[in-house]
């Protein structure tokens, strides 16, 4: 028997474990093979052929050629580097950026650290699923429109845009389009062209591979101004030596997402639909958010209508459940959720909400401690 605590980790959208495949790959370039993929030495070479691999590996998860993809130090520089890159470079074209009022803080305080470098931002509205139309695209642009910047999947309630829909329209109009797919990659099948993405953002710790690695897909023939200078790697985007380990853990985490991602998502799904109907059969005052529309496969936020989130967050922690109240990020700063305000949520239910994440790691046996617990302390 074991007697230790348990600890059930359903918070995957804040971070997920390294798999053990990705440690593996990503052991020998820490000190055997720990050449500066700019030497052109053998040790050099060494390396430039694991990053160039990796850099394959990334541009097939997304259906994007290898010379379409560089590596970053985070998903949110990913989002810095597009939003910023493209103002910067076409600045003269115009003023005007469109985004969304769900965006995750790496893109809106991005937007909001360019409306004081005198860019006009429009976040546009939602329904109450978390959905933005197209109609309301169309009406936010003007002449001035340079860049739209549409979130993938959310992060605090996995609701997937529309932006097939929406890039259609950016197309026609001949402005650049860029998603943060952050917490769609892996989750979902994700073809940038199909899509209509010209700029898209990926992160490597929330697809099990290490935090501090990220990736941004540009399409060919796309420039923009680099954030960071120096030495000119990655195309003169991105100076800096780069993270071989934690990009040849990315290249591994990428190929096994792409390989596994519907038997990973028929997992999901059967656990958080579990989870969902057992949570209905409780019977308590519940509003799961973003239900009426389609969403990633692991997420489920829920509102506990009459709760007060952060006493729920401790308690569950307390039972070992690790859980998180709106997002990660904002949940320190104790500021409500940009998302679920734009969803229109009353109050009490925005008190109330609660983010669960799954993971390739989260067992039956999880969800229901998980529902057991919370049947003793919502009320
Ligand atoms: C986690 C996350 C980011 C930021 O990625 P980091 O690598 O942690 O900087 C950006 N966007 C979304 C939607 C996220 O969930």
Avoid: W
């Avoid at 394959?56 to 993809?69: F, N, V, Y």
């Avoid at 115009?94 to 004081?116: A, D, K, M, P, Q």
């Avoid at 109240?325 to 104790?334: D, E, R, V, W, Y």
């Amino acid at each position: 028997m074991n007697t230790e605590a348990k600890s059930v980790f359903l918070d995957y959208n804040s971070t997920t474990p390294v798999q053990d495949e990705v440690m593996e790959a990503m052991l020998p370039y820490f000190a055997g093979h720990f050449g500066n993929p700019s030497s052109s030495h053998s040790f050099g070479q060494q390396a430039q052929i694991a990053i160039d691999k990796a850099r394959m590996q990334l541009a097939s998860l997304i259906g994007a050629k290898a010379d379409e993809i560089i590596f970053t130090g985070s998903g949110t520089e990913s989002n810095n580097t597009a939003i910023i890159g493209i103002a910067d470079k076409i600045k003269s074209k115009g003023n005007h950026i469109i985004t969304t009022s769900t965006e995750h803080s790496s893109v809106y305080n991005t937007c909001r650290f360019l409306e004081s470098r005198s860019f006009d931002i429009t976040y546009l509205s939602v329904d109450s699923n978390g959905i933005v139309s197209k109609e309301s695209l169309e009406k936010a642009i003007t002449d001035k429109t340079i860049l739209i910047s549409i979130i993938l999947a959310n992060n605090e309630t996995g609701v997937i845009q529309n932006v097939r829909e929406l890039s259609s329209i950016a197309k026609n109009k001949g402005i650049l389009l860029h998603s943060d797919a952050v917490q769609a990659a892996g989750k979902i099948p994700l073809e940038v062209n199909d899509l209509g993405i010209d700029l898209l953002s990926i992160s490597g710790h929330k697809i099990y591979a290490p935090k501090g690695i990220g990736a941004l897909f540009i399409k060919r023939g796309l420039s923009l101004s680099p954030l960071i200078h120096g030495g000119g790697q990655e195309k003169k985007l991105r100076s800096g030596t780069e993270n071989v380990p934690a990009i040849v853990g990315f290249g591994k985490a990428a190929e096994l997402a792409k390989n596994n991602l519907s038997e990973n998502s028929i997992k999901l799904l059967k656990i958080r639909d579990l989870f969902e109907q057992k949570i209905l059969n409780l019977n308590l005052p519940v509003k799961i958010n973003g239900s009426g529309v389609p969403r990633v496969p692991n997420t489920s936020n829920i509102s506990f209508i009459g709760s007060d989130s952060q006493s729920l967050l401790v308690k569950l922690d307390l039972n070992g459940i690790c859980v998180s109240s709106g997002s990660a990020c904002g949940s320190a700063s104790l500021e409500t959720s940009r998302t679920l305000k734009a969803m229109a949520l009353t109050d009490s239910e925005q008190l109330g909400t609660i983010r669960f994440s799954f993971g390739l790691q989260t067992t039956i046996e999880e969800i229901d401690f998980t529902i057991e617990v919370l049947r003793k302390i919502v009320s």
